[in-house]
């Protein structure tokens, strides 16, 4: 038989897939007692995430990762995180994120276009949970909305069937911008809390009116 030259099989670390990750959650803080890897894009911006929280998503789910320091990650770019003993896979604000990683264990390996999945209120409840993920909402009204209320904390969004929350933090730019009174489409990552998604704004230009109606 040939030999098999295993050495270039082992540059690469086997990288953990998010979902596995996430699925062994199971309510309670958890310590990892191994190192890993994991891979993916990163999907957030600093704009309405805190400056130490960066958004990562494989083929098979997205997950927050809390740094130790402010970072300067962007989004589309390519990485992989070493995720060293004793990090921990915990809750915080209602989004399981990946808490004490050590912004030194990113490496950046290049830059990949995403797009953000697409769906209607109702849709985004079937299926799988879709926490961490990149998503885009099309057709929601806000309901508080009468032409002074600004998008500063949580608003409801509906489709006239389903609910969920809009959520723009106080350091987030985009903070005095009045709800828009008319349908719109809104892209942000998402958290799912106690059976209600919550989507959070990339920045200013993600709540955009739905022209559906014109066409």
Known sequence: FPSHDMEGDQQAPTQTKIASLRS???GTPLYLFNDLTIGGT???VKDNIES???YVEDETGGIAIHFDQAHSLKPGEVVRIQLQQGTTLRERNGALELSTVQLSDVQVLGWDFTIAKTYTLTELYQGANKEGQLVNLTDVRFTEANGQLSLYGDRIISDGQRTAIVRTHAFASFRNQLIPTHKV????ILVYDQGTYIIMPLNGSSIRLAYRDWE
Do not use: K, L
């Open 24 to 26: 062994s959650y199971a």
């Open 42 to 44: 990163i999907t957030s």
């Open 52 to 54: 130490t929280v960066a």
């Open 185 to 188: 489409n809104i892209t942000g």
